[in-house]
């Protein structure tokens, strides 16, 4: 089979080539058959939860008494979460296989995923939903979408960095399906998985997203989170006045969740007894926490969110729900199950969007707060909050709904959560996962690497500089020699003075005639904190991004701060692309 698709791979490379084909189109072409695989995988995934709940809840509960339903419900989801468990520790694959995960491929192993535990993983977290677990079937989708677009990187022979982008389209393929939302999907993998959105992945990723929920759309329908007949007019004052309290709320909430999912693993390896002992205790405890919820946190591992958690019930009720879906979801997966965090989030941004909404709506006279509403514009903040991905729960919401007239709401919530659950926590469900295992990565760029890198790797030693008291034509002279925008100013003992950049020198130049024989390089000269030569190049990124920078200043730390060069954004990532091709 393997030998089969590298020939027809083959004669498709034949193809392309004959037809003049550049990388862009290759990519583009890959993206929308990623999009289609990706499509049908979602079906097929869904298929196996089904199957999953028919085996685990509909068959043996059609053979048992109703009377003894809060019994048997624990019973059942324990021994689905046992079975999940075991099937991951019989194979023996490693821990992960998560969108973290896939991250780090990205960042730090040329977009190579190993296929057989990413399938193991798939089956596990088909018998962790199907079984009545709390789970999200995102990230199962997800990762299984980024392994098909690994999987064709080498019989397509692309290259390392386009492999990056087929990933990207993998994980945007399988987001898209799942939530028939295209733009969510895209989104997702341009903030999340990829970090970037460059020109050349954003194409390739946008028709991989559009296709996918196109091929979904065929066998599934459209299917949705929940469905909503319509959506009530979001009011002036509620947006400016009262949707910053639930901003902060999410926020707060998105840090209790990262926080109790970080911490789960270690508490539950603190339990006593066997191994296969957690998943059943485990179990059980979800199971019993889904009967106290009423069915509320019930499901078949699908996406559906019940319409009475959308603000349909007493405030204080919504908000228990709220709680009780965090507990059962750092429970289910920090005990044996497999799958991913996202659905969970939306479900208790849902729950508590809508408690507090009706809070407010008793508190607030006039017809201004629609708990409905606050439920929608809750998941979004609730997402913002806790994946650290602002754009994502905006368009994923905005897809919802489809109203122009919540996009005030959804960004002034999400950037609150966001900043709110910075505060709060200092890692989110994603990043914290992978800072447990000692990996720091931020918009795809493996932050530990560059925290070993010197500055030396990057420095231009060969820049041209000018003394404080030179004149307009010695500083367009030196601007005339330099390779970057800006011209280094130094003083008697060569300490840097700061910088000049071509705008500043633009300004002079319209003001020569009068001003000539006044200017020199310091009036020009724009502050700049310098970097010192014994410093990391994610010492140098961190400068570059708070001042707004392109190139800094580096001096010498042990010859009294003089000037040595300069280090440019440019120069920085290429230190990088270097290490990790001699390191890879």
Same mark, same amino acid.
């Given at each position: ?28 072409? *890959? ?9 049908? =995988?979602? &079906?097929? %995934?869904?298929?196996?939860?089904? *199957? ?14 109703? &009377? ?5 419900? !624990? ?24 969108? +973290? ?25 088909? $018998?962790?939903?199907? /079984?009545?677990?709390?789970? #999200?079937?995102?990230? +199962? ?18 290259? +390392?960095?386009?492999?990056?982008? @087929?990933? #990207? ?5 399988? $987001? ?5 939302? !295209?733009?969510?999907?895209?989104? %997702? ?26 091929? /979904? ?46 911490? #789960? ?13 957690? +998943? ?32 349909? @019930? ?37 729950? *508590? ?23 929608? &514009? ?57 800072? =447990? ?11 530990? &690497? ?25 500083? *367009? ?39 000539? /024989? ?8 724009? !502050? ?19 001042? #707004? ?36």
């Amino acid at each position: 089979m393997t030998g089969r698709f590298e020939a027809l791979a083959q004669r498709a490379r034949r193809w392309a080539r004959a037809r003049d084909w550049d990388e862009g189109a290759v990519l583009l072409a *890959l993206g929308a058959f990623i999009g289609v695989l990706g499509g049908l =995988a979602v &079906v097929g %995934f869904y298929r196996l939860i089904d *199957l999953s709940h028919f085996v685990f809840i509909q068959l043996p509960g059609a053979h048992l008494p109703r &009377v003894l339903y809060v019994v048997y419900w !624990p019973l059942l989801t324990a021994v689905g979460l046992w079975a999940a468990w075991f099937v991951v520790r019989r194979t023996g694959i490693p821990d992960g296989q998560n969108v +973290p995960d896939v991250q780090l491929a990205i960042a730090k192993h040329d977009a190579v995923m190993p296929e057989w535990p990413v399938v193991v993983r798939t089956i596990a977290s088909a $018998i962790t939903l199907g /079984s009545g677990g709390s789970a #999200g079937s995102e990230g +199962p989708v997800a990762v299984l979408g980024a392994g098909l677009g690994s999987a064709l990187g080498s019989p397509f022979r692309i290259q +390392p960095r386009h492999r990056k982008v @087929l990933v #990207g389209c993998g994980a945007a393929a399988g $987001i898209a399906a799942a939530f028939n939302a !295209p733009f969510a999907g895209a989104f %997702f993998a341009l903030e999340e998985i990829l970090g970037s959105f460059s020109v050349d992945a954003f194409s390739p990723v946008v028709i991989a997203s559009v296709t996918a929920a196109l091929t /979904s759309r065929y066998f599934l329908g459209e299917h949705t989170v929940f469905r909503m007949y319509s959506v009530p007019e979001a009011h002036p004052m509620a947006t400016a006045l009262l949707y910053p309290l639930l901003g902060v709320a999410c926020g707060a909430a998105s840090a209790l969740f990262s926080r109790a999912y970080l911490a #789960g693993p270690s508490i539950a390896a603190r339990m006593k007894g066997p191994a296969w002992l957690r +998943p059943l205790v485990g179990g059980a405890l979800v199971g019993m926490i889904v009967f106290a919820s009423g069915g509320l946190l019930a499901g078949n591992g699908h996406l559906a969110i019940p319409m009475p958690v959308l603000g349909g @019930l007493a405030w204080w009720i919504l908000l228990l729900v709220a709680l009780a879906k965090i507990v059962a979801t750092v429970i289910t997966l920090s005990t044996g199950g497999s799958g991913g965090v996202f659905t969970p989030t939306l479900f208790i941004g849902a729950a *508590l969007g809508g408690g507090v909404g009706r809070l407010l709506s008793l508190l607030v006279p006039g017809d201004v707060v629609h708990p409905q509403a606050w439920a929608l &514009v809750g998941m979004a903040g609730m997402v913002a909050g806790a994946t650290r991905a602002p754009l994502t729960a905006i368009f994923m919401v905005f897809e919802i709904t489809n109203d122009s007239a919540y996009i005030i709401p959804l960004i002034i919530v999400s950037v609150l959560a966001l900043i709110t659950a910075r505060k709060l926590a200092p890692y989110g469900l994603y990043d914290g996962w992978l800072a =447990a295992r000692g990996e720091h990565l931020a918009h795809g760029v493996d932050q530990a &690497v560059m925290d070993r890198i010197a500055l030396s790797a990057a420095l231009d030693r060969d820049v041209s500089f000018v003394s404080a008291d030179a004149h307009l034509d010695l500083l *367009l002279d030196a601007a005339a020699q330099s390779r970057y925008a800006v011209v280094p100013v130094v003083d008697d003992e060569r300490g840097v003075v700061g910088l000049v950049s071509h705008h500043g020198l633009r300004e002079a130049l319209v003001a020569r005639r009068s001003l000539e /024989s006044l200017l020199v390089a310091e009036d020009l000269a724009e !502050p700049v904190q310098p970097l010192r030569i014994d410093q990391s190049l994610r010492d140098a990124l961190r400068v570059m991004n708070a001042g #707004g920078h392109e190139v800094v200043p580096v001096v010498d730390s042990d010859a009294g701060l003089t000037i040595v060069g300069v280090i440019s954004r440019a120069a920085v990532l290429e230190a990088y692309e270097r290490h990790l091709a001699h390191t890879v």
